[in-house]
Structures are given as structure tokens and as C-alpha cells.
């Protein structure tokens, strides 16, 4: 291989074909609780459909409003994204302070394509979800949970330090159900504000929690690739490609662009042709098999 026919490692972030697409990076982030279970606990705990602002709802608004909201579950779980964002409004109208209709409308309005996609929008509603649920003790750990995707709303705007102070107190909620993902999502704010030492030790926090989280490897080999830490990101994308069959389908995919990469630059031209041939075979018209084709025809 010749010197230099490729290039050094590049910053990662949400939308970097080297890494995992945004809703790899974000929405496998999001606590991936049973949202029919979790919303009638959330519903039941610590009278939360009790109105914090100037007027109450009556009893059969706030109960309407519950209704729509599991109504907005039931389409959401069917994949109408349209129609559990419209339920979800009329149950925001009928309670303004219902705060499980809050939070699940911001992430909807955050993750939908297309005219649904709505950033400002909600930022608007998690921000409501996480005022609510810090008037109302958090139970359950419902307030993590909204600190959690709010966080990564803020990280998609670009508000970087925000989502840092946000993210870390999720992570920090001796509440949170699933704190690996609140810590993984801590490490990608820290980098997204620029500070690789802070995000290589929140994404280590979060594979040492739960060591089988694939895409916790995948993001330190890929920081480390950055930081040109060759044989520390050979490791970790190691121990990602481990996991391959735990994770969704492509992250292989992932994992060997990336590796071959890596392996190229460490001099292992073998290796990093075997890990790119095999990226290719795995979907050539995806961006990860595309990127494997240019890299495969520099290596060679």
C-alpha cells in the first residue's frame, strides 16, 4: 500500500457515513421501553396528569387526554407516525400538562422524516416533558428518560455544551433504567463539543455498564481511529465485530469499513483487504459497502 493513498481519520458525528446513520446513533440511544406499559405507569405515578399551570383541566379532559395518548402509543407502535403526532396534539390540547404526551411527541417530531421532522418543535415539547416531570419528582425514572432524548434534541441542534449538561445528568439519575445509553449519548455530546478525553470516558462508562452494547465499541474504535490511536481502535472494533449478531442488521457492515481502515493504516494490508472484501459482499449499494469499494481499490 502506498503511503498516504488514504486518508488520515476524520471527525464522526450523526450523520458521518463512517459511523452509524442518525437514527443508529440516536433513536437505538432512546430507552427502548414497552411504550403501552410504560406510558399507563407513567399515567398512574404521583397523580402526573395534575395540572401545574394556571388552570386545571377538568377530570374528563385529563382523561381524554390519556386516552389520546395511548391511542398515539398504538399508532406509533404500527409505524403511523402522522397520525400518533396528530393524537398526540389533541392530547397536549386537552392537557397541556400531560407530560408522557410531551415527551413522546418531542421524540416523534425529533426522529420523523420528511414534513413530520420538526427540531425546534421538539426541542419545545421535551423541554415541557423535562419541566414536568422535574415538578413531579421523576418518578419511575421518567425524568431521565426525557433528559435523555432531550439531550440528543439539543446535540442535533448543534447546541452541543447544553447536551452535555443535560445528558449528564441522565446518566448520573441513580433512577435511569438503562444509564449505559444515557452515558453513550454523554460521549457523543462531548465530542460533538470537542473534548475527546470526556467522550472516550463516557463511552467507556457505558460498554463497562453493559459490556454487549455494540455500538459502544464501534464509537471508541471510531474516537480512537481519530485520535490516531491505531491499535487501541483495532481492539475496540474488535470486540464490536464480537457482538455483530446482537446487533441491527448492517452494523457488520459498519464495523468492517471501519475496521479495514483502520487495519490499513496500521500496515496490515492483508487484513484490511479481507475486512473490506467482506464489507462489499455484505451490500454494495449501501454508503458503508460504497466507502468499502474506494477503500478497497487504494489498498490494493
Keep these: 500500500m502506498a503511503e498516504g493513498r488514504i486518508a ?57 387526554s390519556e386516552r389520546e395518548t395511548n391511542l398515539a402509543v398504538t399508532y406509533y407502535t404500527e409505524g403511523s407516525i402522522p397520525a400518533a403526532i396528530e393524537r398526540l396534539r389533541g392530547a397536549i390540547a386537552l392537557d397541556p400538562d400531560n407530560a408522557p404526551a410531551h415527551y413522546l411527541l418531542g421524540y416523534l417530531l425529533l426522529e420523523a422524516s420528511g414534513a413530520q421532522h420538526d427540531p425546534e418543535g421538539a426541542l419545545e415539547h421535551l423541554e415541557r416533558a423535562v419541566e414536568l416531570y422535574e415538578a413531579r419528582g421523576g418518578v419511575g425514572g421518567q425524568l431521565s428518560e426525557a433528559l435523555n432524548v432531550y439531550g440528543l434534541a439539543l446535540m442535533s441542534a448543534e447546541r452541543c455544551p447544553e447536551a452535555v449538561s443535560i445528558l449528564r445528568r441522565s446518566a448520573s439519575d441513580a433512577t435511569n433504567r438503562e444509564p449505559f445509553k444515557a452515558w453513550f449519548n454523554l460521549g457523543l455530546a462531548h465530542h460533538c463539543a470537542g473534548d475527546s478525553e470526556a467522550a472516550l470516558e463516557a463511552l467507556r462508562r457505558s460498554v463497562g455498564i453493559n459490556p454487549a452494547w455494540c455500538f459502544g465499541h464501534l464509537r471508541i474504535g471510531q474516537l480512537h481511529f481519530e485520535r490516531e490511536e491505531l491499535s487501541e481502535a483495532e481492539s475496540a472494533l474488535d470486540r464490536a465485530l464480537a457482538l455483530e449478531q446482537s446487533c441491527i442488521a448492517g452494523f457488520g457492515q459498519q464495523v468492517r469499513r471501519v475496521r479495514g481502515e483502520v487495519r490499513a493504516h496500521l500496515g496490515h494490508a492483508e487484513e484490511a483487504i479481507g475486512d473490506l472484501e467482506r464489507c462489499v459482499e455484505l451490500g454494495r449499494d449501501t454508503q458503508a459497502g460504497l466507502d468499502c469499494q474506494r477503500l478497497l481499490e487504494a489498498v490494493q
Design 8 to 64: 488520515r481519520p476524520r471527525s464522526w458525528g450523526l450523520t458521518d457515513s463512517a459511523a452509524p446513520t442518525r437514527s443508529w446513533a440516536m433513536a437505538l440511544s432512546v430507552p427502548r421501553w414497552g411504550l403501552c406499559a410504560a406510558l399507563g405507569f407513567l399515567f398512574a405515578s404521583s397523580g402526573l396528569l395534575c395540572a401545574c399551570g394556571a388552570s386545571r383541566p377538568s377530570a374528563e379532559d385529563a382523561a381524554r
